[in-house]
């Protein structure tokens, strides 16, 4: 059975949760953010549940502590708390939550938005753990990027943007689509954070900038072999 870690202190929500989910999946939970690092350590989770305010570590060091470790990277965390604003939102997301459902949530909406990042998960964990082409390298599993071997820093929803840019070669998406796939459905944010995040990327990819286009009037694309490196001299006759 799968399992999910609620990381909340109420214990209202902590039963309503499990009375909630019991029946599909095995539920662990924590009181504290420092108790819910130490579980999800032990026992590596399917998924997460994590409130925001928790006390002394709240839910978003939380998130930055389990999304920079390697044994929690790749597990999918879902805020549920009853912050409805949007700074709280971006923030979340910024982190490299896969999802933020407000409290009272529907139990059934709940269950519904585990099963999609679950199984997103082991869509994951099934499709290759390394990018490569030219001197481009993305380290899935690892949540690294590596430019003619040296690393380059991308924050948590960088890394998850181009991620999806590299798994959905030659294709067209439009902003909204990319929205819903990396923030999420239903999201906040503006095709104007869309533009600002993919320039940031293009501005970290340095000369592999070209490998995401702009498609006038309709989005952006990831070209695995762009004009530029197309034409570009392979190592050996630029020796």
Same mark, same amino acid.
């Given at each position: 059975?799968?399992?999910?870690? $609620?990381?909340?202190?109420?214990?209202?929500?902590?039963?309503? &949760?499990?009375?909630?989910?019991? =029946? *599909?999946?095995?539920?662990?939970?924590?009181?504290?953010?420092?108790?819910? $690092?130490?579980?999800?350590? #032990?026992?590596?989770?399917?998924?997460?549940?994590?409130? &925001?305010?928790?006390? #002394?570590?709240?839910?978003?060091?939380?998130?930055?502590?389990? +999304?920079?470790?390697?044994?929690?990277?790749?597990?999918?965390?879902?805020?549920? =708390? =009853?912050?409805?604003?949007?700074?709280?939102?971006?923030?979340?997301?910024?982190?490299?939550?896969?999802?933020?459902?407000?409290?009272?949530? *529907?139990?059934?909406?709940? +269950?519904?938005?585990?099963? $999609?990042?679950?199984?997103?998960?082991?869509?994951?964990?099934?499709?290759?753990?390394?990018?490569?082409?030219?001197?481009?390298?993305?380290?899935?599993?690892?949540?690294?990027?590596? &430019?003619?071997? +040296? #690393?380059?820093?991308?924050?948590?929803?960088?890394?998850?943007?181009?991620?999806?840019?590299?798994?959905?070669? *030659?294709? $067209?998406?439009?902003?909204?689509?990319?929205?819903?796939?990396?923030?999420?459905?239903?999201?906040?944010?503006?095709?104007?954070?869309?533009?600002?995040?993919?320039?940031?990327?293009?501005?970290?990819?340095?000369?592999?900038?070209?490998?995401? #286009?702009?498609?006038?009037?309709?989005?952006?694309?990831?070209?695995?072999?762009?004009? =530029?490196?197309?034409?570009?001299?392979?190592?050996?006759?630029?020796?």
């Amino acid at each position: 059975m799968e399992k999910i870690l $609620v990381i909340e202190d109420n214990k209202d929500y902590q039963f309503l &949760i499990q009375s909630s989910l019991g =029946s *599909d999946y095995r539920v662990i939970c924590a009181d504290t953010g420092k108790s819910g $690092v130490d579980l999800a350590r #032990e026992h590596k989770p399917d998924l997460i549940l994590l409130d &925001i305010s928790l006390g #002394e570590v709240d839910g978003f060091e939380v998130c930055h502590l389990l +999304k920079g470790q390697k044994e929690t990277a790749n597990t999918p965390i879902i805020f549920l =708390s =009853s912050r409805n604003d949007a700074h709280s939102k971006v923030m979340g997301f910024d982190l490299g939550a896969d999802d933020y459902i407000e409290k009272p949530f *529907d139990a059934e909406e709940l +269950k519904a938005r585990i099963k $999609v990042r679950i199984r997103e998960k082991h869509a994951r964990a099934e499709a290759v753990s390394t990018f490569e082409i030219h001197g481009l390298r993305v380290d899935f599993l690892g949540h690294r990027v590596f &430019i003619e071997e +040296k #690393e380059v820093a991308f924050s948590a929803l960088e890394f998850k943007l181009l991620s999806y840019f590299v798994r959905n070669p *030659d294709r $067209v998406l439009s902003r909204e689509r990319i929205l819903n796939s990396v923030w999420g459905v239903d999201t906040f944010v503006t095709d104007r954070v869309v533009d600002s995040h993919i320039r940031s990327i293009r501005k970290k990819l340095g000369q592999y900038k070209d490998h995401i #286009e702009s498609i006038y009037g309709e989005g952006y694309r990831f070209n695995p072999v762009p004009v =530029s490196a197309a034409n570009a001299p392979k190592k050996s006759e630029a020796a």
